[in-house]
């Protein structure tokens, strides 16, 4: 009975087979088309932007409140920031990028292409040997050394014009954010990004290293991440639809099934890369900003005796930096275990279980093969098998290196994200205690206006520092040129301060304020910078000689101009005007100072803000450059506490750190008067 049951089935069974068998061709095509598809469906789900849930965003605002560091992941702000500085440093299709890319594209393309055929000719070499055919087998050789010219010479131009690709990206992107960076005088207040970057914005304390180091990484990941998927997913396609023609299309799909399966489980313990690469930048920012301050205030450190201090402050940051990379290490380690066992040894199994099936199983349209055709097809679809399997690792790999490209991506969006608001005036700096209550807040959330003048005229200007500390809450006074303004006043009253709106370094709060541009002015301060270069661009800066040569002064004009502040000798005494030192280490103060006003005499500008400049000359050169620079017409804003210099001004803008000031005219022998009976009631009290 039960027989008679199982007969109708077995029949069913064959009538199915034989019409599977008379259909394969077409469902072979089918199968190979679905999987094409599948493929970069697949590719294009596990690369495309995950969508951002309620609750992480709750998080990371959060986190941003607690001053954590901001979550990094492959999102939909990762490939809105990736696209951003894409058309930044590819900025044209037909431009030298876009050409490195099609020629890198093409290389791929045709590498694997050679890879097809040399796994094509491997079975053939094993199977001319299995069979003993010694012509057939040296013939096999021959043509394997053959194809060795261009697949080496392919491979070595392959990482060349990679190497060049992240070159030019780099290029491009370091172009573009130095020109943000430094700008120039024609961005008027837009410009001085890299002062206001460091002084009036708390989001960014390492801008050197980011414009360094992680622009460079970042074009180093951007360049090999290209290469990393898109060969890939080439090579899954054309290897698999390779082997698909010699095992079956069935044993592509139950390979497929199994790979995706173990993929995923593969992908739910992949850590989360991104955000350790993009804190591991921030910790190494954080330890060279420490070392820097070590450099940069190493005499005040020295006279104190900080060694242990800045020891312990540095061993902190490094401590933190090595337990953040000892972190990553270790969850490194679990999943590149995991990762091998999956993707080679399990994988592995897999592809041997495929290339198996024509050996162990009869399938339709595919006749019986000797020994060495066997041999050949095994050995083919081995070779394909592994090439394909090390693409589908490749893919897995590159999801973890576009995690570490979206931590770069992070770290350079934040730079010109925060240029970017620099330039539109857009400051977050932390704030005193109180600053943004009532009438404080109201002046913090205002603005003034910046109109050119020749004259200096502020009307009801509030005088207010990065951090909300309004020092002035209505300063008004007007200066004319060739009107002399004496600068006096306590630590903090806001003289500093008041330079720095006229230098258009800080924005204005309120009121009005009218000055000519910013390149109308010139800083002596009492310690002058002195750049990188000759003893020439000492006297020019920022000039340089060829910017000297075309305003028609030569060298002669310039010891003139070092004679003006008795520093002809140094020419001599130095090497001549080409000599090259580290000028802040080779002169003395005062000779530095000297320096700064021979400056002021090549330039010659409207306006010369002096503070303390002259505090490190004597009494005589003082009097003899403040009467050279009126002689030039250079009107001057000065802050000093030497009476000897009141007879050279004309104004003084008296500040008394409390909020009040007192602008009016300086009557510098009367002044003087009140301040020799000053001194004698002083000491008079001083004998009581």
Known sequence: MATSKLRPLDQRAKQLAQAYAAHRPLVQRGLTVGFVVYVLTAAYRSLAARPITRREKEKEVADRKDGKPARVAVDAIFYQRLGIILRIVIPSMHSKEALLLFMHSSLLIFRTAISLYVAALDGKIVASLVRGQSLQFLFNIVRWLLVAIPATWTNSWLSYVQNKLALAYRTRLTKEVLGMYLGDEADGPEGKVYYKLSNLDDRIKNADQMITHDIQRFSTHLAVIYANLAKPTLDVILYNYQLSQNVGAEGLVLLTVLVQTSAALLRALTPSFGTYTAQSAALAGSLRHTHSRLSEFAEEIAFFGGEETEKRLIERE??????????????????????????????????????????????????????????????????????????????MYSYKDLAELAGYTSRVSLLLDTMSDMRKGKFE???????????????????????????????????????????????????????????????????????????????????????????????????????????????????????????????????????????????????????????????????????????????????????????????DMEGMMMEQATALGITLLTVSHRPSLWKYHSTILQLDGQGGYIFTQLDAEKRLAIQEEKQDLETKLLEV
Not at 327 to 341: D, P
Not at 347 to 369: D, R, T
């Open 318 to 395: 490094y401590a933190e930096l090595v337990q953040h990379e000892h972190k990553v290490m270790n969850k490194r380690w679990w999943y590149g275990c995991a990762e091998e066992g999956i993707v080679k040894w399990l994988w592995g199994s897999f592809g041997l279980v495929v290339c198996a099936i024509p050996v162990f199983f009869k399938l339709p349209g595919i006749s019986n093969f000797d020994l060495g055709s066997r041999t050949e097809s095994f050995v083919t679809n081995r070779r394909l098998l592994l090439s394909s399997s090390d693409a589908i690792g490749r893919v």
């Open 429 to 619: 700096k932390s704030l005193v205690s109180g600053a943004t209550d009532g009438e404080n807040g109201e002046i913090l959330r205002s603005r003034g206006q910046v109109l050119l003048s020749d004259d200096i005229q502020f009307e009801n200007v509030p005088i207010v520092t990065p951090n909300g500390d309004i020092l002035l809450r209505s300063l008004t006074f007007h200066v004319k040129p060739g009107e002399h303004l004496l600068i006096v006043g306590p630590n903090g009253s806001g003289k500093s301060s008041l330079f720095r709106i006229l230098g258009g370094l800080w924005p204005v709060y309120g009121g009005i304020v009218r000055k000519p541009l910013a390149s109308d002015f010139m800083l002596i301060p009492q310690r002058p910078y002195l750049s990188l270069g000759t003893l020439r661009d000492q006297v020019i800066y920022p000039h340089s000689q060829q910017d000297m040569e075309a305003r028609g002064v030569t060298d002669v004009d310039l010891l003139a101009v070092l004679e003006r502040v008795q520093m002809a000798s140094i020419v001599e005494r130095e090497g001549g005007w080409d000599v090259a030192h580290e000028w802040r280490d080779a002169l003395s103060g005062g000779d530095k100072q000297k320096i700064a006003w021979a400056r002021l005499f090549y330039h010659k500008p409207k306006y010369a803000i002096l503070d303390e400049a002259t505090s490190l000359v004597p009494p």
